[in-house]
């Protein structure tokens, strides 16, 4: 078994402690007048390692479990870089029939598209580019909730949802600004 000297000072902290954890009676008082320096220079038997300790796994001290860094706080909205008219094409941003099938427009809580809306419920991340989020959607008399992933790759805004039981195929649709 590996032996480790701990010298004096150590000794003398470590008393100090566990004294300050005695009860304040005159019964716990020990004086030492200078005694034998060896003997204040105690051996003390290392403990062998704890069983879920990286040692004892065979595991280095890097690979160790740590608390894991707080994720960082998720918007309540729809951040405002994603806010305002998007259209697949120009014609929906420019119709004044109201026939732009294809035009998006969001803002803090919802997207409305020609005949549905989704309503912000649950938001499952947020990058300065990338929201993803759960909504609740309505149209055409039905209900359905569906996660939609915004993404902002220069002017444009991409869209997809994933394949989801009982609802419709996924999406995956490209957006421009209206109005640029």
Request: aromatic letters at 6%; one cysteine or more.
């Amino acid at each position: 078994m590996k032996r480790i000297r701990v010298p004096f000072v150590a000794s003398v902290m470590v008393l100090a402690l566990v004294a300050c954890q005695q009860a304040a009676d005159d019964s716990n008082i020990m004086i030492d007048n200078g005694g034998n320096a060896e003997a204040a220079n105690a051996v003390i038997e290392a403990l062998p390692p704890n069983d879920s300790s990286p040692a004892a796994s065979g595991k280095s001290a890097a690979a160790a479990p740590t608390d894991p860094a707080p994720s960082p706080k998720l918007p309540t909205s729809i951040p405002a870089q994603f806010h305002g008219r998007w259209g697949i094409n120009p014609a929906d941003c420019s119709s004044t029939r109201g026939d732009a099938k294809g035009l998006l427009t969001i803002n803090d809580a919802r997207l409305t598209f020609y005949e549905s809306r989704g309503t912000l419920d649950k938001v499952l991340s947020a990058t300065a580019n990338s929201f993803d989020a759960r909504y609740g959607f309505s149209g055409e008399g039905q209900s359905w909730d569906r996660t939609e992933r915004l993404t902002l790759v220069h002017d444009r805004l991409e869209r997809r949802t994933d394949a989801e039981p009982d609802q419709e195929p996924p999406v995956r649709l490209t957006y421009m600004r209206c109005g640029k």
